[in-house]
């Protein structure tokens, strides 16, 4: 997320430094990192976001992550893991002269708190039996967006998305998984959003755009239209399907 001149990054998923780039952003321009969860694909990128802060900031500057109960120990032990690279780098570079920095801040549902002038509000979202789980609403100069990350219809989520400019919520496609006769597959259908009830949620916030996004199964780009016709028929905001580096201004 950019507002103005702060850049937010949410969630840490496969390649994300590199789709940052592709974003015109970088982990050295970060404000802070938020963390919705502890799942892999969400936090799996988060040690290379870390590394290239530190390099990028010459090991000076302190990268804010913040995220729920238990984001503090997973950060721990990813730079438990990266202590030999962080040695190689110490080593060759006289400018590195201590690890990274980081700030894990954990939150509880409900927190507030202000990265520059971009205020940030969170809420239970529901993921079991992942847990605890949080979305966020991010607010800058009268804009509104809500990243609620994985997730079933809930309380939280309506306090999130509601009257937002942006709703972005991770999505499946229940009648196409339902198709997969993989038992693991079936498992995924009872903690997430389809298409339908995230449509379904929109609507009833009033959201004014709903963004698609982390699509199971993961669609070809003809396929679009019909993921958003779906969406269509329960909202009747704006459908985005949001594939990587799909921008959205608001
Ligand atoms: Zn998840
Ligand atoms: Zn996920």
Redesign the pocket.
């Known amino acids: 997320v950019k507002a103005g001149d702060t850049h937010i990054l949410v969630d840490a998923g496969r390649g994300v430094v590199m789709r940052m780039a592709g974003a015109g952003s970088l982990p050295g321009l970060l404000a802070g990192v938020l963390v919705?969860?502890l799942?892999s694909?969400?936090i799996c990128a988060l040690n290379d976001v870390i590394t290239t802060h530190w390099v990028m900031s010459q090991g000076k500057a302190t990268l804010p992550i913040y995220g729920p109960i238990g984001t503090a120990e997973f950060v721990d032990r990813q730079l438990h893991a990266l202590e030999p690279d962080i040695g190689y780098r110490m080593e060759h570079h006289d400018v590195l002269t201590n690890p990274p920095l980081v700030n894990v801040t954990e939150l509880a549902p409900g927190d507030s708190f202000a990265l520059g002038d971009v205020k940030i509000d969170t809420a239970a979202t529901e993921?079991a039996p992942?847990r605890p789980?949080i979305g966020f609403r991010i607010e800058h100069a009268g804009s509104t967006a809500a990243l609620v990350?994985?997730t079933i219809p809930c309380d939280g989520v309506d306090e999130l998305a509601r009257n937002a400019d942006v709703y972005v919520q991770?999505v499946i496609r229940r009648d196409l998984v339902e198709m997969i006769p993989v038992g693991m597959m079936q498992d995924i259908l009872d903690?997430?959003s389809g298409v339908v009830e995230a449509a379904q949620t929109a609507e009833r916030v009033a959201a004014k755009r709903l963004a698609l996004t982390h699509m199971v199964p993961a669609p070809t780009p003809e396929r679009y239209p019909e993921w958003i016709a779906i969406a269509a028929e329960h909202y009747s905001g704006e459908v985005i399907v949001g594939d990587d580096l799909t921008t959205v201004t608001i």
């Open positions: 919705t969860h799942h694909d969400h993921h992942v789980t990350g994985d991770t903690y997430h």
